[in-house]
């Protein structure tokens, strides 16, 4: 029963962190920029991996998707596809954990069967949570490498909320993985394959054995 518990809070973290993971794929605000020319004009420019976007105090906001792939950095590149790596092999791996919980009947599987299944799949959530992990970590330290270079001559950006929702996401994936995998257990050769236990206690009982019978006592009766 345990076991089983431990199983279902384990998938529905992974899950919440599987739904972060999409929220800072999608994000616009991995990086942000805001600066105010005078005390009543201001205005904001914040980059994600798809878009760009510029917004103005009065709540104008224009976004232009990425023209091109191949004239973006190669660690924006990079990020993009360990994001897409992840929201796969989290959508695998919920698939997986639905169908190897104790909870769930798939035909005529085993638990030995369903824990493989509940292992691969909190494997694959760990998987998943180190690809969001390097990414969002990767593109942050960009971020800030550029902020303190003093040679650098393009905008200076800050940390966006697509980058904090990032890590959250991979904190949750990867603890929901490992409580998969600690609630597998393989089963005990004792019970394995239609083995049987037999249970003996010989108080209270005796055996009589016959004596051998003789020529001589061959015609007694008994009764």
């Not at 973006?72 to 190897?100: D, E």
Request: glycine letters at 12%.
């Amino acid at each position: 029963m345990a076991e089983a518990a431990v199983e279902v809070l384990g998938l529905i973290l992974a899950i919440l962190g599987w739904c972060l993971e999409s929220s800072s794929t999608n994000s616009d605000k991995w990086r942000i920029n805001s600066h105010s020319e005078v005390l009543i004009t201001s205005s904001s420019q914040y980059e994600g991996l798809w878009t760009s976007c510029a917004a103005n105090s009065m709540g104008a906001v224009q976004c232009q998707r990425y023209k091109t792939v191949l004239g973006l950095p190669g660690y924006v590149q990079a990020c993009r596809a360990l994001m897409i790596i992840a929201l796969l092999f989290g959508l695998f791996s919920i698939i997986l954990s639905a169908l190897g919980l104790k909870c769930t009947k798939l035909g005529s599987m085993s638990d030995e069967g369903k824990g493989r299944l509940t292992l691969t799949a909190g494997a694959l959530f760990i998987l998943s949570g180190v690809c969001v992990l390097i990414a969002v970590s990767w593109y942050a330290a960009r971020i800030v490498q550029e902020f303190n270079d003093p040679f650098y001559i393009g905008t200076r950006f800050e940390l966006g909320v697509g980058l904090y929702l990032g890590w959250a996401a991979a904190v949750l994936v990867i603890l929901g993985g490992g409580m998969l995998c600690g609630s597998y257990r393989r089963a005990s050769p004792r019970t394995n394959a239609g083995a049987y236990s037999y249970n003996y206690s010989g108080q209270g009982q005796k055996i009589y054995k016959a004596t051998p019978t003789t020529e001589s006592g061959s015609s007694k009766a008994y009764v």
